[in-house]
């Protein structure tokens, strides 16, 4: 049986997601086991993380500089918002190397469910911005949910007095995708979204 400090370390890592019981005990042994290796250099860089890292003022990416880097970077285009629930949408964006615009995050998505109302968003962050004459396109890029495409059109409805072009992200068949194995919904979605070759 583990003591006190090892399971107090068990239990924290098995918040984490994707790591329940069993992988937090295989973690947690395997940084006792290598402790110089891992346990303190990962010590050093989780205090780090949490003294340097915050939400930055203009888009809501983290970053330990503010404005973040993606804010500041002179060759990104400043015309274009792509607009997205959270910071792991951003980071999923950014590895895509597709979008060169700027980004704002909205913080999560409408969900009546969850209590999560126009107010506990960073919309009203959003429609200023839009007002802004350098913004001429906003890129609605929120999952195809019930959730994300509510979210979608109360902001289009919001961003309708700006002047700016409101897009959203196309649906459907993904690259490499067979079409048996999609749902009927993504199929629909991609027919509708169809474009001439």
């Given amino acids: 049986m583990p003591?006190?400090?090892?399971e107090r370390l068990i239990h924290l890592l098995a918040k984490l997601p994707g790591l329940g019981p069993r992988s937090a005990r295989r973690a947690a042994l395997t940084l006792v086991k290598r402790r110089e290796a891992l346990m303190e250099p990962l010590v050093e860089a989780l205090s780090e993380a949490a003294a340097s890292i915050r939400a930055?003022?203009?888009?809501?990416?983290?970053?330990?500089?503010e404005p973040c880097a993606i804010c500041a970077d002179p060759k990104r285009d400043p015309s274009v918002l792509c607009v997205v629930a959270d910071v792991a949408d951003l980071w999923a964006l950014e590895r895509s190397g597709a979008f060169?615009?700027?980004?704002h995050v909205l913080g999560g998505i409408l969900s009546a469910l969850d209590g999560v109302g126009p107010d506990d968003l960073a919309i009203a962050a959003l429609v200023a911005r839009a007002r802004a004459p350098t913004i001429t396109e906003i890129v609605l890029a929120l999952g195809a949910t019930v959730a994300g495409q509510t979210t979608a059109h109360y902001?289009?409805?919001?961003?309708a007095?700006?002047?700016?072009?409101?897009?959203?992200?196309?649906?459907?068949?993904?690259v490499g995708g067979e079409l048996d194995y999609l749902d009927e919904g993504t199929l629909a979605a991609a027919l509708k979204a169809r474009r001439p070759v």
């Fill in 3 to 6: 003591g006190p400090a090892i």
């Fill in 155 to 159: 902001l289009a409805d919001r961003l």
């Fill in 161 to 174: 007095e700006c002047q700016v072009t409101v897009s959203g992200l196309a649906h459907g068949v993904p």
């Fill in 56 to 65: 930055c003022p203009l888009c809501g990416n983290l970053d330990s500089q």
């Fill in 100 to 103: 060169r615009g700027r980004y």
